[in-house]
């Protein structure tokens, strides 16, 4: 049994462009939750994905968006990047309404 | 809606000693409560939850808290510190739902020899 995979683990961008994070839940999960971490903070929420359907967002602007695939794999996407977007980005997989199992993360710096 | 907030962001402590990190949650619905660890460069392991059943939860690693509602609080304690023990902790709450998980600050725990 496979744990939750993320890539890319680091990533540099520029401000304004747009990027793409990935994440492999674990099997016999359908459900994928994301969460940006900025540095000496606690994670906060972004949105959740269960079946294919948002299924609950935190406080963050339409730039942030999210895909979740057949296969329940998960694609978070921020648009027109921001200084202030630099940060650990979490996603974490779970069966809905259980315990959310995380990946260690992908670090995104916008320079 | 829904928060906690995590007294003290550091907490140092003598290898042997007692562990005793702080939570208190604000919530308008029952609350699920948790407990996660994090060591550098990694992801976050849930030690414990709180799910409407006993109010002591006993975690892993030698971890426990207590549910007390009268104090909305659900502090993390562990009987003697351990080098490992050496990380950050985070505090979260959520609805029964777990669809909008908030999590507090998080508190450094330093474990001296």
């Known amino acids: 049994e496979t744990g939750v995979t993320q890539s890319p683990t680091h990533l540099i961008k520029t401000r304004g462009q747009q990027v793409t994070l990935r994440c492999s839940s674990q099997?016999?999960?359908?459900?994928v939750s994301w969460y940006q971490q900025a540095l000496g903070q606690g994670p906060q929420f972004i949105f959740q994905?269960?079946?294919?359907?948002?299924?609950g967002r935190g406080n963050f602007p339409p730039r942030f968006s999210g895909l979740q695939f057949p296969n329940y794999s998960s694609e978070l996407n921020v648009n027109a990047l921001e200084l202030d977007d630099s940060a650990l980005y979490l996603c974490?997989?779970?069966?809905?309404?259980?315990?959310?199992?995380f990946g260690p993360g992908t670090r995104l710096t916008v320079l | 809606a829904q928060s906690v907030t995590q007294l003290g962001s550091h907490v140092s402590v003598s290898e042997g000693a007692l562990v005793l990190l702080r939570c208190n949650y604000s919530?308008?619905?029952?609350?699920?409560l948790f407990w996660y660890v994090q060591y550098p460069n990694q992801g976050l392991q849930l030690l414990l939850k709180?799910?409407?059943?006993?109010?002591l939860v006993k975690g892993i690693n030698g971890f426990e808290a207590e549910f007390k509602k009268s104090e909305t609080s659900f502090h993390l304690t562990k009987p003697s510190a351990h080098m490992s023990d050496a990380a950050e902790y985070f505090c979260?709450?959520?609805?029964?739902?777990?669809?909008?998980?908030?999590f507090g600050a998080g508190t450094r725990l330093t474990v001296k020899p």
């Open positions: 974490a997989s779970s069966t809905q309404g259980s315990e959310q199992f």
């Open positions: 099997s016999g999960h359908n459900t």
């Open positions: 994905y269960y079946r294919e359907e948002e299924n």
């Open positions: 919530s308008s619905v029952p609350p699920y």
């Open positions: 709180y799910t409407s059943a006993a109010t």
């Open positions: 979260a709450v959520s609805s029964a739902d777990l669809n909008d998980m908030r």
